[in-house]
T-cell receptor, first 113, second 114 residues
């Protein structure tokens, strides 16, 4: 079945460490890609999105993601995390450009002060 | 802007009871989505509306679930009768025709069916 895979279920980091979260998808053709974040007690918010063009996408709060078409991947990165980055991160794919998002299982990121 | 509003935020009910979840999308948005989040299955799209019309309800788990959007500012998701396996967080999201690819999520309704 077509899917979105997030490799890590839970990541624990110290402040100032670098973060990379993996996301792979199995849909063929042109896809739209998203990363959403859910801070504790808050609703899902869009971090960044990719539709076309430069495969390195910059989002809010210092996050960026790189689309590698040959690897069907869209990994999220942040060079130096803060305690406030503690949250759950979801990768999502719109495989048909019809606004129906398929979400990965999510990765919980805990940043220790 | 108030964002997407959902009510109630928490609902505890007994098996067999009818449950109605409510959503008010962001004013001016023309698409509305209902999602369910569980530990086992993650975030799943249940149904989405465009201009108040249901476009795709293939994610609705079974006939016990129904959704309506009587106008541009209100939608309901109803479960009748409810079962313990329906326990989940239900999210509503909306998007605008000006930025169709960005969905704005509500805070969710945490449903517990005993």
């Amino acid at each position: 079945a077509q899917s979105v895979s997030q490799h890590n279920h839970h990541v624990i980091l110290s402040e100032a460490a670098s973060l990379e979260l993996g996301c792979n998808y199995s849909y063929g053709g042109t896809v739209n890609l998203f990363w959403y974040v859910q801070y504790p007690g808050q609703h899902l918010q869009l971090l960044l999105k990719y539709f076309s063009g430069d495969p390195l996408v910059k989002g809010i709060k210092g996050f960026e993601a790189e689309f590698i078409k040959s690897k069907f991947s869209f990994n999220l990165r942040k060079p130096s995390v803060q305690w406030s980055d503690t949250a759950e991160y979801f990768c999502a794919v719109d495989p048909s450009n019809d606004y129906k998002l398929s979400f990965g299982a999510g990765t919980t990121v805990t940043v220790r002060a | 802007d108030a964002g997407v509003i959902q009510s109630p935020r928490h609902e505890v009910t007994e098996m067999g009871q009818e449950v109605t979840l409510r959503c008010k999308p962001i004013s001016g948005h023309n698409s509305l989505f209902w999602y369910r989040q569980t530990m086992m299955r993650g975030l799943e799209l249940l149904i989405y509306f465009n201009n108040n019309v249901p476009i795709d309800d293939s994610g609705m788990p079974e006939d016990r679930f129904s959704a309506k959007m009587p106008n541009a500012s209100f939608s309901t998701l109803k479960i009748q009768p409810s079962e313990p396996r329906d326990s989940a967080v239900y999210f509503c999201a909306s998007s605008s025709y000006l930025d169709t690819d960005t969905q704005y999520f509500g805070p969710g309704t945490r449903l517990t069916v005993l």
